[in-house]
């Protein structure tokens, strides 16, 4: 699976961006995607995640402020980030994850995409 991000850039505080991230490969089997991001001399960091069925998780810092969207006929999840803060700066990566069952497990393998630069300007 390859993961391919594109949207991010510069933005003022208050305003709003919208990320983009399409899947290609073998996307048959991703069951979750989502948004990371890691901002400088910091852990990554969870967003926001995506089920194939369309249950959402955010992180607390981005509740009320973010969403995220997937349109699974298209391979393609979206981050529409609204009321921008200056702690948002950071590069965000876009994640996959596809569960392979077998008769005797299931085995998650993880993707990434290379991230997208989000700076907010205050």
């Known amino acids: 699976v390859q993961l391919v991000e594109s949207g991010g850039g510069l933005a003022q505080a208050g305003g709003s961006l919208r990320l983009s991230c399409v899947a290609s490969?073998?996307?048959?089997?991703?069951?979750?995607m989502g948004w990371y991001r890691q901002a400088p001399g910091k852990q990554r960091e969870l967003v926001a995640t995506?089920?194939?069925?369309?249950?959402?998780n955010y992180a607390d810092s981005v509740k009320g402020r973010f969403t995220i969207s997937r349109d699974n006929a298209l391979n393609t999840v979206y981050l529409q980030m609204n009321s921008l803060k200056p702690e948002d700066t950071a590069v965000y990566y876009c994640?996959?994850?596809?569960?392979?069952?077998?008769?005797?497990?299931?085995?998650?393998?993880?993707?990434w995409g290379q991230g997208t630069q989000v700076t907010v300007s205050s």
């Open positions: 994640h996959a994850q596809v569960l392979v069952v077998t008769i005797e497990a299931k085995t998650p393998f993880d993707y």
């Open positions: 490969g073998r996307t048959s089997n991703i069951n979750t």
């Open positions: 995506i089920l194939s069925g369309g249950s959402t």
